[in-house]
């Protein structure tokens, strides 16, 4: 353990077996554990702020779980695992209001095909992860009479833009360019425009583009200019940078949402029932720079062509840009956006299971998890909280956890490191365990 949390933290650099305060290895990973979950619940909860969506109960627990971390408040190791699990509640509770916040403000998504390729003109690239100033930076360039002379892109996590009518209905919304913030140095360098970052998963400039980036937003970089709602200098920027040639690319297709995949379930189930959809795989999360990525390419290349594929957030640009057909027209592979559209796949998840009259734990459904930071550590406690047993997360599990922790996790939850694609493939086709009576609360 590491806490230097308090003036009592022992010389030079704090208390690393067991605290002056009287806890644990076991209590400082339950306390880190907790607050990493608590970061990715902010996020979300920023981004539903920021467009006038609140909710007490969310604000009350990050106040509440985070003064629990403080010295000398709570030495209960169950406590606090409780805590863990209620803050998958709260999860839930802040990607739904987040939904909600998103739908009102931009229109219910569409599935859309987005081209990689560029149109002619001038351009701007906007990463991270939040919709509200894309929205205002669109709308500006059409105050502005720009529509025709800039065409603006999404990157990484943004890829989903496109699929809210209110965004879409803006001509100078044109593609997508690049993948995942794991590239973005290389890819930013290769696009002659301006950069806009406007929330996490954004990096220092390298020389190549660092006169052209700003962010805005939550988003902030040394050295860098950082707009507040007005994008003037970023959009006068662009007109100074070098033309886009018109260039043909590859399309990807998103915008997936419980309510454009809820009418499609009673096919589904005849289609699960026909043995015509043999299982459903949830392969999402971060993307991050380890060769052990590719584990998720060759999982998804090695999936039956019985079954379906749900997706959301940054790692699957490893593996959206195949053509993966359809079974009967239900889409083998589904985009669900973002990381926090894991919520339109648990809501399509749960009315799966209320109709097969089945637990969750008893569907065709296997869940393969990458993580990177917090948000997708909190998106796993969801689950948990949930009762979900036999998750795959990878590549490597998250170092906060101390063995002890993590045996309690594995003990529970059936908690699975990634490890080779066939074997596990194999391993999800027998289906699920059920879980137990009362899950999900961990016994003491």
């Known amino acids: 353990m590491l806490c230097d949390q308090c003036a009592m933290s022992l010389p030079p650099r704090g208390c690393t077996s067991y605290g002056v305060c009287g806890k644990d290895a076991d209590l400082q990973s339950l306390q880190e554990a907790l607050i990493y979950g608590l970061k990715g619940i902010s996020a979300y909860y920023y981004h539903a702020r920021s467009l006038g969506y609140d909710d007490p109960e969310i604000s009350y627990f990050l106040a509440s779980a985070l003064y629990k971390t403080l010295t000398n408040v709570d030495f209960s190791k169950e406590n606090f695992i409780k805590m863990i699990l209620e803050a998958g509640r709260i999860h839930i509770k802040t990607m739904e209001l987040l939904d909600k916040a998103y739908v009102e403000t931009f229109g219910a998504p569409q599935v859309v095909e987005v081209p990689t390729g560029t149109e002619e003109g001038h351009g701007i690239l906007v990463t991270g992860h939040s919709y509200k100033p894309l929205y205002e930076l669109l709308k500006q360039i059409r105050e502005m009479g720009l529509e025709d002379e800039i065409k603006v892109y999404t990157h990484s996590e943004m890829l989903p833009a496109h699929s809210y009518p209110k965004l879409k209905a803006f001509p100078s919304l044109y593609g997508n360019w690049g993948g995942s913030w794991v590239y973005q140095k290389r890819e930013f360098a290769q696009f002659p425009g301006v950069i806009i970052g406007t929330s996490n998963c954004v990096q220092q ?47 990807l297709v998103t915008g997936f949402h419980h309510t454009n995949v809820l009418p499609l379930l009673d096919k589904v189930i005849d289609l699960i029932n026909e043995g015509k959809i043999r299982h459903v795989f949830v392969v999402g999360g971060c993307d991050l720079p380890n060769p052990k990525m590719s584990y998720y390419k060759r999982f998804t290349e090695l999936v039956p062509k019985d079954s379906i594929i749900l997706s959301a957030a940054c790692a699957k640009f490893h593996y959206n840009n195949r053509n993966y057909g359809t079974i009967e027209g239900i889409p083998r592979f589904m985009d669900f956006g973002q990381c926090n559209n894991v919520y339109s796949i648990l809501v399509i998840a749960s009315e799966l299971a209320k109709r097969l009259g089945k637990d969750l734990n008893n569907l065709p459904v296997s869940i393969v998890l990458s993580w990177m930071e917090q948000k997708a550590v909190a998106i796993l406690y969801s689950l948990l909280y949930l009762g979900i047993r036999g998750i795959y997360i990878g590549p490597v599990l998250p170092k906060f956890f101390t063995p002890n922790v993590l045996e309690k996790l594995v003990k529970e939850f059936d908690l699975r490191l990634v490890g080779d694609p066939e074997k596990d493939l194999h391993e999800m086709l027998k289906k699920g365990s059920s879980v137990d009576e009362g899950s999900p609360v961990f016994t003491s």
């Open 205 to 251: 400039p390298t020389p190549a583009y660092a006169n052209r980036i700003f962010t805005t937003d939550i988003a902030g970089l040394e050295g860098v200019p950082h707009l507040e709602g007005d994008f003037t200098p970023a959009i006068k920027r662009a007109l100074e940078t070098p033309r886009l040639e018109k260039k043909e690319g590859g399309k």
